[in-house]
């Protein structure tokens, strides 16, 4: 008989469940926008109205198991969520438990970004591997290792933090957020957005500023620009790929995996900047790293939800 888990993906802005078989694929889906402002409560009750329309949908499918995928930091083992920034009111919420106690189910949960790490694994682009580092860059820069075909969690589940080494001395607290010459600060969406809005107030900003109209400058708008053949957009992207070249370096000195997958929002722009990547890489990494192939993620905004069923199932 097919096993099927309830998998909850918890994210700062939106908040999505699904019925989720052992194959990783998707019977049921809800998702909402996230009461990021309400606490725990208000997150729960919004859980609880999701949960209910996708068992619905399901019927008389039995329901082996909840996985969660959390922002973190958080403890997988205690099952506690420690202090996520992107979540007002949460400080050491057991949310297991509560939601073992609500649900009637066993529990788990894992980092988010490591939840995706095992969807891709699992499912997607890093099917076959033992050893895989997955990178997602969006708003920020996280990640998640599979070693010797395990999770790698460290004390407290929260090693693999990768958005938050040290790749320079700039520093980018004024600019960019984040500690100053972290890798998330330099080469995130967030930070080539704002670094977009810095360049294109010239004259040859005339394209990303028509796309951004009286909105935020974002990653997203960069892009766009890009594969309409725009030069300043295309130099924005070279310097994207020289950045996340020099983090993607360490990965590989680190972790010496056999993949290395990119996804979030700037992952679907890997093939513009993929030539770049690898001349950093070339020019950076010790001679028996650079051979590892760096490819898109395959689950796009399933991976959380696909991870979270694998912790179950």
Known sequence: MSRRALAIDLGGTDLRVAVVDE???????????????????????????????????????AIVGVGVAAPGPLDPVAGIVIAPPTLQGWSNVPLAAMLRERLGLPVAIENDANAAALGEWRFGAGRGTNHMVFVTVSTGIGGG?????????????????????????????????????????????????????????????????RLAGCSEMTARHVVEAARAGDLLALSLLADEARLLGIGFVNLLHLYSPERLIVGGGLGAALDLMQDGIARTIASRALEAYRTVPVVAAALGHRAGLVGAACLIV
Request: glycine share 16%; no cysteine.
């Open 23 to 61: 194959t990783g694929a998707i019977l049921a889906f809800a998702a909402t926008r996230t009461d990021s402002t309400g606490g725990p409560e208000a997150i729960l009750t919004q859980i609880g109205n999701l949960v209910a329309a996708v068992t619905w949908e399901t019927g008389s499918i």
């Open 145 to 209: 290792v599979i070693a010797d075909g395990r999770l790698l969690r460290g004390h407290r589940g929260m090693a693999a933090e990768i958005g938050h080494m040290t790749i320079s001395e700039q520093s980018t607290d004024s600019v960019f957020g984040g500690a100053p010459g972290a890798w998330e600060a330099l080469a995130s969406g967030t930070a080539l957005g704002k670094r977009a809005a810095l360049r294109a107030n010239g004259g040859d900003g005339a394209v990303l500023r």
